[in-house]
């Protein structure tokens, strides 16, 4: 049973372009949740989705940030014109009941550097 | 001031050392993990407690949720330890988890 899998595992962008981080939950899982690293700072939580639901997404930024977790395929974080200050790591878990009955399972993250 | 606090913030010790590292939270939870982060950045859960206490190999995770306060502890610890631990609560109500800033250990051997 292969873990979560996020791709690409490190993404370079020059400001004003988009990106598009891709996480795969394992096997049976159908939660999906979404973090970020700012360098040098703590975790913290963006959005949290079932299949073709945004649960919670208080933690993400109001302009250029969107999440999705299609019925079929990996559920994908878009940032909208990448500024330097969107250089981080974001990380993907996924459990296959609610955050509240299960652990996470978090994904090798993506690496994203803002030229 | 952050709703999850750890200490200390960076620990070093000799192999073979016992440690604790804890976790003070001032809100309601449902549930604390203690995360491990390599140093290659990799995320690994390690517990997930509500009461009482857990033990893995040489890990032992303890809670007590009057006082809200957690501590993780690793008995003969060893180099290849050496991580940042993270604590996160789980507030209740909500289906997100909140961070600790987390503690840098460093094992020497």
């Known amino acids: 049973n292969a873990g979560v899998m996020q791709n690409p595992r490190h993404l370079v962008r020059r400001r004003g372009q988009e990106a598009r981080l891709r996480c795969s939950p394992m096997k049976g899982h159908s939660h999906v949740y979404w973090y970020r690293q700012l360098p040098e700072e703590g975790l913290k939580f963006m959005v949290y989705l079932q299949k073709e639901n945004i649960i919670d997404e208080s933690g993400m930024p109001k302009e250029r940030f969107s999440a999705e977790f299609p019925k079929e395929g990996p559920s994908i974080l878009r940032i909208q014109q990448v500024v330097r200050g969107d250089s981080a790591a974001y990380f993907c878990?996924?459990?296959?009941?609610?955050?509240?009955?299960?652990?996470?399972?978090f994904g090798p993250g993506t690496r994203l550097t803002v030229l | 001031k952050n709703e999850v606090e750890q200490s200390p913030q960076n620990l070093t010790a000799q192999e073979g050392e016992f440690i604790t590292i804890n976790c003070s939270y001032s809100v309601g939870i449902s549930a604390l993990h203690w995360l491990q982060q390599h140093p290659g950045g990799g995320i690994v859960s390690l517990f997930m407690l509500s009461s009482g206490k857990k033990k893995h190999g040489r890990l032992i995770a303890t809670i007590n949720i009057q006082e809200k306060h957690s501590s993780l502890h690793i008995t003969a610890s060893h180099p290849r330890d050496s991580a940042v631990y993270i604590c996160?609560?789980?507030?209740?109500?909500?289906?997100?988890?909140?961070f600790g800033q987390g503690t840098r250990l460093t094992i020497n051997p």
């Open positions: 878990a996924s459990s296959p009941l609610g955050v509240s009955y299960n652990e996470q399972f």
């Open positions: 996160a609560v789980l507030i209740q109500g909500a289906q997100k988890l909140v």
